[in-house]
């Protein structure tokens, strides 16, 4: 039996996969999380086989949630599910140790074969996704994407800041200090030519980088 894992925010979504997983013999849903911190908790307590994981949620979010399992956790096998389709962010989730990347636009077959591949040890991408990245590099392609520039944390922090979260905030979450975050914040702004959070929330929007139905 494979034990997995719903963390997203919306309730909706877990109930659609929650059916989608359950109705697959082998399969069984055996937790749902709202938020990055809850996750992190039920893996630490249960250790689930997978954990289907959304990126853009309240708190810590999907990125800084998938660190903290795996460093406890590391034979947990973690998915991220998300609207984001284009680099950094197969990338940069990919390195920092999850076994697998799909978007919410994957049907049902895609997603149980990725849950069954994961749980034996291979990485799963969407082929869409793979096939872009694959094509990219092959060809030598570099866009011209700013956000490609961004450290792992500069976009997890870049992603709570377009979310509406305070700095203090964002260092209470992150266990940082709000000096900290100030610096990763305007390394970001020097990286990205802008001036302030909000040309960076403009900036995201125009490049794809939010779930707009969270803003």
Not at 30 to 37: F, L, N, P
């Amino acid at each position: 039996m494979i034990n997995v894992l719903l963390v997203d925010d919306h309730e909706l979504v877990r109930t659609g996969i929650k059916r989608i997983v359950d109705d697959v013999r082998g399969l069984k849903v055996v937790g749902e999380c709202s938020t990055g911190e809850s996750a992190f908790q039920f893996c630490r307590a249960n250790e689930p086989d997978v954990v289907l994981m959304d990126m853009n949620m309240p708190g810590i979010g999907g990125l800084e949630a998938t660190k903290k399992i795996l460093r406890y956790c590391p034979d947990i096998k973690i998915i991220i599910l998300t609207v984001h389709t284009e680099d950094p962010f197969p990338s940069k989730v990919m390195q920092l140790g999850a076994h697998g990347f799909l978007t919410k636009m994957t049907g049902p077959d895609e997603m149980i074969t990725a849950i069954k591949a994961v749980n034996v040890g291979q990485r799963y991408i969407a082929p869409d996704i793979a096939q872009q990245i694959a094509l990219n590099q092959f060809n030598g392609v570099k866009d011209d994407k700013p956000f490609d520039s961004l450290s792992e944390r500069e976009l997890q922090i870049m992603l709570m800041i377009t979310k509406g979260e305070k700095v203090q905030n964002i260092a209470e979450q992150l266990s940082l200090s709000s000096k900290t975050i100030n610096s990763y914040r305007y390394r970001m702004f020097e990286k990205l030519n802008i001036c302030n959070d909000v040309e960076l929330t403009h900036m995201a929007i125009r490049y794809g980088m939010l779930d707009m139905d969270k803003l």
